[in-house]
C-alpha cells in the first residue's frame, strides 16, 4: 500500500471528534424511540491484514448497524486516535495513548478500506429482537461525550476487544467459545501476524517481557480482529433455559482486496539470524586479531568496539524506560534487560575516555561474567528470546572478555 492509499484511509477516520455526533444525531434517536427494532442488524465488520502493508498486520475490528426502514447504516469504530497530539509514540510506548470511538457512514468505511484495497468481511450477529433495544441504549452511553476516550492497550483493551464485550454483553445468555486444542500465548498470536516480517517480529521480541508468554484464555486471544471473526463462528449462546444458538448468523466478504498474494519472502541471508550471525563474526574477526598482536591500551578497533556499545546502550535505554516506566502490562519484566541495559554506555564512552579507565576495567569484567550467565541460562530463563539475541549477546561478551583478557596481558607484561 502506498502513501496516497493510506491517506485515503486516514482521510476518514482522522480526525473525527470534532464531528462525531453529526451524523449519529440524524439517525440513532430514531432506533432508540422505536417500539421494535426486528429490522435492526447488527454485525462485526473485520479487516483483513494487508500482506504487504506491514502497519495492518493485525487487521481492524468495527461494529455495523443496519436498519432498511429507517434508513440507518453506520460503523462504530473503537480504532480512532489523534497522532498528531504531540510525543505520540512517546506516550504510546509508555501505554498512555487514549483512543476514542468515532462513528461514520458505512459507505465512508468500506469506501476507505476499498481506496487502501483491503478486504472486509461481514458477519451478521445472531442478536434476539428483544435485546435490540438494550444493546442501542448501550451504545448511546458509549457514545456520550463523557465515554468515548478510553486508554487503549493493544493486548487487553482495544479496538477488537470493546466489540467483543458488547457482544458478551447482550448475547442473551453465556457466550461459549471453542475449547482451545494447544497452549497459547500472547507472543505465539503475535508471531502468526509478524510470519512474513522477521524483523517487526524481532523488534517486537525486544520489547515485550515474558508477560506475554503466559497462557491465556481463548477470550484473551481475540485481542486479535483475525482471532474474534475465526472463533466466533464457532461459537455459540447458551440461555438460560438451556437452549443453544450460534453467534453467527451468516457471513459475507463486503469488499475484496484485488491483490491477496502473500508478502515476499526475504532472503535468509537478511533475516535478524543471519545478520546477527555476520555481526558475531565480524567482532571475533577484531577481537582475535588484536589479541595475538602486541598490547596496548587502546587498540586499532576501538571504533567498532565503540559502535557496538554505543548502539547496545541506546537499545537498553529503550528497554528500560518500558521495564521501569511503561505502564503496558507485558513490558516488564523484560529478561532482554540482562543483556541489553543502559550501562553499556559506560563501556561505549570507556573506548574513547582514557579517564575513565578504572571504571571501565570493572564495567566489562561485570559484563562478562553477566553476559556469560546469561548465554549459559538461556534454556532456562522464563522468556521465550528471540533466537536473533544470542549472537548479539555474543558480541557484547567477545568483546567484554577480551578487554578482560588483554588487560591481565597487559599487566603482566609490566
Not at 492509499?5 to 439517525?27: D, N
Not at 417500539?35 to 442488524?41: E, K, R, W
Not at 497522532?83 to 470511538?101: A, C, M, Q, R, V
Not at 498474494?261 to 550471525?277: R, Y
Request: proline letters at 7%; aromatic letters at 12%; charged letters at 15%.
Amino acid at each position: 500500500m502506498n502513501r496516497q492509499s493510506f491517506e485515503s484511509i486516514r482521510k476518514y477516520f482522522y480526525p473525527l471528534k470534532r464531528s462525531l455526533f453529526s451524523g449519529l444525531l440524524l439517525c440513532f434517536p430514531s432506533l432508540l424511540q422505536s417500539q421494535t427494532n426486528s429490522d435492526l442488524q447488527v454485525s462485526l465488520l473485520t479487516v483483513m491484514p494487508r500482506s504487504k502493508a506491514v502497519y495492518t498486520i493485525y487487521g481492524h475490528t468495527a461494529l455495523r448497524l443496519y436498519d432498511p426502514v429507517r434508513p440507518v447504516d453506520m460503523v462504530l469504530n473503537w480504532g480512532t486516535f489523534d497522532s498528531d497530539k504531540p510525543n505520540f509514540i512517546y506516550h504510546f510506548l509508555l501505554g498512555e495513548t487514549d483512543y476514542f470511538l468515532s462513528a461514520t457512514s458505512a459507505r465512508h468505511f468500506i469506501s476507505a478500506y476499498k481506496a487502501g484495497n483491503s478486504t472486509v468481511v461481514e458477519q451478521v450477529l445472531n442478536i434476539p429482537d428483544s435485546l435490540k433495544t438494550s444493546l442501542l441504549q448501550m451504545l448511546d452511553t458509549c457514545l456520550q461525550p463523557e465515554n468515548v476516550e478510553y486508554r487503549y492497550n493493544i493486548f487487553f483493551d482495544n479496538c477488537t476487544t470493546r466489540p467483543r464485550d458488547i457482544i458478551e454483553k447482550i448475547c442473551g445468555g453465556t457466550l461459549i467459545y471453542p475449547k482451545q486444542n494447544e497452549p497459547v500465548t500472547i507472543r505465539k498470536s503475535v508471531h502468526g501476524c509478524t510470519e512474513h516480517y522477521p524483523w517487526m517480529e524481532f523488534g517486537i521480541d525486544l520489547l515485550i517481557g515474558n508477560g506475554a508468554d503466559s497462557l491465556i484464555s481463548r477470550r484473551t486471544e481475540m485481542f486479535l480482529p483475525e482471532r474474534l471473526m475465526n472463533l466466533l463462528n464457532r461459537s455459540f449462546v447458551k440461555t438460560t433455559g438451556g437452549t443453544e444458538y450460534p453467534v453467527v448468523l451468516s457471513e459475507k466478504t463486503v469488499l475484496q482486496s484485488e491483490d491477496d498474494s502473500h508478502a515476499k519472502n526475504i532472503s535468509p541471508l537478511t533475516k535478524p539470524v543471519a545478520v546477527s550471525a555476520f555481526v558475531f563474526l565480524v567482532y571475533l574477526i577484531l577481537t582475535i586479531i588484536p589479541y595475538r598482536s602486541p598490547f596496548t591500551l587502546h587498540p586499532s578497533p576501538n571504533y567498532p568496539f565503540a559502535c557496538l556499545f554505543l548502539l547496545a546502550g541506546l537499545g537498553g535505554c529503550i528497554i528500560a524506560g518500558l521495564v521501569f516506566l511503561s505502564k503496558h502490562p507485558c513490558t516488564s519484566p523484560n529478561w532482554n534487560i540482562v543483556w541489553l541495559h543502559p550501562l553499556h554506555l559506560i563501556g561505549f564512552a570507556g573506548f574513547l575516555v582514557r579517564k575513565l579507565y578504572p571504571l571501565f576495567r570493572w564495567y566489562h569484567t561485570v559484563n562478562f561474567v553477566l553476559l556469560s550467565g546469561f548465554l549459559l541460562g538461556w534454556h532456562w530463563i522464563p522468556q521465550e528470546l528471540n533466537a536473533a539475541f544470542i549472537p548479539l549477546a555474543g558480541s557484547l561478551w567477545l568483546v567484554s572478555g577480551y578487554q578482560v583478557l588483554r588487560k591481565k596481558n597487559v599487566k603482566n607484561k609490566k
